[in-house]
């Protein structure tokens, strides 16, 4: 078997960052292959920087790996100099631990973060010399799953998968994995695909693209999706696959010594988890919704885990994430605690995810002891009646007493997130962007110069482009046109005039395709390989993004990306996504998007009763963190 890390020597000096594809980090895990049953091979769509940041892949790699009979290494995609030399000199793709090629593994996974890795996807496999379509893959070639946020609408990318995991990695990931060991093994290590799909989507939270069928009308619109009937079996797959959930963070697996990578990256810190999920309930969140119910680590669980964090890594910052940390029921003592215990060695702690409506001059103070890390809010909207729409649940009083706190804390430098497109948006919504922004400036100013401090509060205004996601209430609703998003920014960048705010937006053109994929359907599986024999790859990334390779590639397939973009569903319609069950009631995503065209907001039910949306309760044996009184 090659070690094509060593093929690979010869060229190093040619390429940039060749510590992108050495491997050998402080924590690696190289196991003996012939002592496991399993070998899965872990790929990551975008380059290593951003891909060794990513806490699913620490997690994963730990819970695969603590695991005798099962082995996970990595892959990330090769940069484009790194690519023309594998093409050249006919070097497949390989792990970084083993330098083995992908077909060597018995499965590899993708993590779909990010509509815009799909072509990433797509150059990975090619690169792998793995049939791009599974019905065109034998038993002989590797199994190819995929997991992760995207994977709650994977549809545009199902003609490519044989599996997809819907739920919690880790603990869906080693019991996919056993079950392959398992039938190799009665196989005298051979594979039967058909066979193994079907023993795959007995599992719970495991879908199998290819035992379903969905059926368009005349119009070309979705009318049902059914089940097939499993190889090997006379029963037809699951009408309907479920999400598979943790039920306790406490006992939920956890890398204490998780790699250190030997370059910069993306996120070079220690990262401790301190909650999963959120019962905000902002409209557009698609996280907020897939990710329910709430689970707490307990506070004495998170200190011990940032010691362990402390011992084995070399890091000084320490990030507790979450998708809201300041909502942790603990929080403000887990931040004095942790301050208190490494204080002494200059580790400093950020919290990447506060609440306008939860933050505090104690908790601000006892993070700056060591080192001032940045803050950001994200109030979305520039007016409260749109605030409302979105059920953001802060005010702007609120967001403003909290700039008055940071600023008196000794922060002068804020980054607000915005977005523009949302639903039932007018220009006076634009405007109040621009206006609330200079209320930020001239509130935290006015603070600074009250403590006699030189200088003014700087502003960085982040703008996006709403993009409608599968699973949240504005799920039916179309996107903006590109016309409409350009004239919208235009109008910003002339109504921000004050050089103390710095305004930032999102290009159109990548966010209708977002939204394209994020709600497509397998028809789109065409489009993604045009595009990527169009040469498009790394398409998130500025430089690297080829608009009219895309525009192309939609074009060859008889498509047209603004209509997709733009298209509004019924409410009774078909979805692409229908079949596949994250928790949350059909009915409870409707009511909310009512509740939202009355501008009427809807209590966290952590603190002011169950909302209803079907998550928690006796049915799911799951549990509220927080108050729960009417589970």
């Not at 594809?21 to 002592?35: R, S």
């Amino acid at each position: 078997m090659n070690n094509w890390k060593l093929e690979i020597d010869p060229y190093l000096n040619d390429i940039s960052k060749p510590q992108r594809y050495l491997g050998g980090e402080l924590n690696e895990i190289v196991k003996d292959w012939t002592a496991v049953r399993c070998r899965f091979l872990f790929a990551f769509p975008d380059v290593y920087e951003v891909g060794m940041s990513h806490l699913g892949l620490q997690i994963l790699y730990e819970a695969v790996n603590k695991t005798p009979d099962l082995l996970m290494e990595r892959t990330f995609a090769p940069w484009t100099d790194m690519e023309a030399v594998m093409r050249q000199h006919e070097i497949p793709l390989f792990g970084l631990e083993s330098g083995r090629e992908v077909q060597a593994y018995d499965c590899i996974g993708f993590t779909l973060q990010h509509e815009m890795s799909y072509t990433n996807i797509l150059n990975m496999l090619d690169l792998g010399g793995v049939p791009l379509l599974a019905e065109e893959r034998s038993n002989e070639d590797v199994l190819v799953i995929a997991g992760g946020p995207c994977a709650s609408n994977a549809e545009p990318l199902a003609p490519f998968l044989d599996a997809i995991l819907l739920g919690e990695g880790e603990l869906l990931l080693p019991r996919l994995l056993q079950v392959i060991g398992a039938h190799k093994a009665l196989r005298q290590g051979r594979m039967e695909r058909s066979i193994l799909l079907g023993e795959l989507a007995a599992l719970p939270g495991i879908y199998v693209p290819s035992f379903y069928q969905p059926i368009y009308d005349g119009s070309g619109d979705l009318t049902a999706i059914l089940p097939l009937e499993m190889p090997g079996t006379t029963q037809k797959a699951p009408a309907m696959i479920k999400k598979a959930r943790l039920r306790d963070l406490d006992e939920a697996c956890f890398p204490a010594a998780p790699l250190v990578p030997y370059i910069e990256v993306v996120h070079d810190r220690m990262m401790l988890e301190i909650l999963r999920g959120c019962t905000r309930g902002c409209r557009f969140c698609q996280a907020g919704m897939i990710y329910r119910p709430v689970r707490e680590r307990s506070c004495e669980t998170l200190l011990r885990q940032a010691s362990e964090l402390k011992k084995n890594t070399g890091h000084n910052e320490i990030s507790l994430t979450s998708l809201s940390s300041s909502d942790h029921t603990c929080i403000k003592e887990l931040v004095h605690t942790l301050m208190e215990n490494f204080e002494g060695e200059q580790i400093s702690v950020s919290l990447p995810s506060l609440r306008a409506n939860h933050f505090s001059v104690e908790l601000a103070n006892e993070i700056q002891k060591v080192r001032k890390t940045g803050f950001t809010f994200a109030p979305e909207a520039g007016t409260q009646r749109l605030r409302d729409v979105i059920n953001k649940g802060v005010t702007e009083e609120a967001l403003l007493q909290t700039i008055e706190s940071a600023v008196q804390a000794g922060w002068s430098q804020v980054k607000l997130y915005f977005m523009v497109g949302l639903p039932t948006e007018t220009m006076d919504d634009v405007d109040g962007i621009a206006a609330l922004c200079e209320k930020v400036v001239r509130r935290g100013t006015q603070i600074m110069k009250e403590n006699r401090r030189y200088g003014s509060l700087k502003v960085t205004a982040s703008v996006s482009n709403f993009v409608p996601k599968a699973h949240t209430p504005f799920q039916w609703g179309g996107q903006d046109t590109q016309e409409i998003f350009k004239a919208k920014h235009a109008y910003l960048r002339q109504r921000i005039r004050d050089r103390r705010i710095s305004y930032h937006y999102h290009d159109p053109y990548t966010s209708m395709l977002e939204a394209v994929f994020a709600r497509g359907d397998r028809r789109l599986a065409n489009v993604l390989i045009k595009a990527f024999q169009n040469g498009c790859r790394f398409d998130s990334w500025t430089e690297q993004f080829k608009g009219t390779a895309w525009k192309e590639a939609f074009e060859a397939s008889e498509m047209d990306m603004q209509a997709l973009a733009a298209k509004n569903f019924e409410l009774s319609a078909v979805l692409p996504w229908s079949h596949l069950d994250y928790g949350i009631d059909p009915d409870f995503l409707k009511r909310e998007y009512a509740l939202a065209m009355k501008e009427t907001i809807t209590p966290d039910c952590r603190y002011h009763g169950c909302s209803r949306c079907g998550v928690c309760g006796p049915e799911s044996g799951l549990v509220l963190a927080g108050k729960a009184e009417d589970q």
